[in-house]
């Protein structure tokens, strides 16, 4: 069963390597989709892969890298994307 999530990443998550990090780990799960910076300090995106690869990409973002430090973290459950074939960073 594929997954497509939708997160939200709070804490000292810009500045630190966040983004190429996260595009690192969503592509050893396998997953598709973005991440990009928000204005208010947040990290957003969205992820698609396969349940098991999703869930442990969600725990991945839960701690996120070595200088990361993460306060927070939303996802939610969106419906799938055909077609789409990379994970990268948006602006």
């Known amino acids: 069963m ?11 998550v810009q500045g630190v390597g966040f983004r190429a990090a996260t595009v690192g780990a969503a592509r050893r799960c396998g997953a ?7 204005a208010d300090g947040a990290v957003e995106g969205e992820a698609q892969a396969a349940a098991a690869a999703i869930a442990s ?3 991945w ?11 927070g973290l939303e996802v ?13 960073v948006r602006r």
């Open 61 to 71: 973002l839960s701690h996120g890298p070595a200088f990361a430090r993460v306060d």
């Open 57 to 59: 990409f969600a725990h």
């Open 32 to 38: 598709t989709g973005f991440v990009r910076n928000r």
């Open 2 to 12: 594929t997954r497509r999530i939708r997160f939200l990443v709070s804490g000292r």
């Open 76 to 88: 939610r459950e969106l419906p799938t994307v055909a077609g789409e074939t990379t994970f990268d």
